[in-house]
Nanobody, 113 residues
Framework: QVQLVESGGGLVQPGGSLRLSCAAS????????MGWYRQAPGKQRDWVAT??????TYADSVKGRFTISRDNAKNTVYLQMNSLKPEDTAVYYC????????WGQGTQVTVSS
């Protein structure tokens, strides 16, 4: 079993920055992929970014603005979000994949002036 707890969401103006954190506990190791999805109101859940031992990958919509990183000693993955746009408004969900995919409870990010 793996437990994921996200933090760091909030309200930010367009052009601003936020950093999300996702702390993992349980049976998880640095070889297991972790990352983020997001879901805007009335829309499907979309993939944002993944971190693995082989590198990081990003959705085209966030490439160049978001950076995913991982602290293996803390079993924590981060999403640094810069140059935020109103269309980035969503609930952001952390995930981790071992033998199955686990999800966090989500954290709200609102980009608005």
């Amino acid at each position: 079993q793996v437990q994921l707890v996200e933090s760091g969401g909030g309200l930010v103006q367009p052009g601003g920055s936020l950093r999300l954190s996702c702390a993992a506990s349980g049976y998880i190791f640095s070889t297991h992929p972790m990352g983020w999805y997001r879901q805007a109101p009335g829309k499907q859940r979309d993939w944002v970014a993944t971190v693995t031992n082989g590198g990081n990958t990003y959705a085209d919509s966030v490439k160049g603005r978001f950076t995913i990183s991982r602290d293996n000693a803390k079993n924590t993955v981060y999403l640094q979000m810069n140059s935020l746009k109103p269309e980035d408004t969503a609930v952001y969900y952390c995930f981790a994949t071992t033998l199955k995919t686990y999800w966090g409870q989500g954290t709200q990010v609102t980009v608005s002036s």
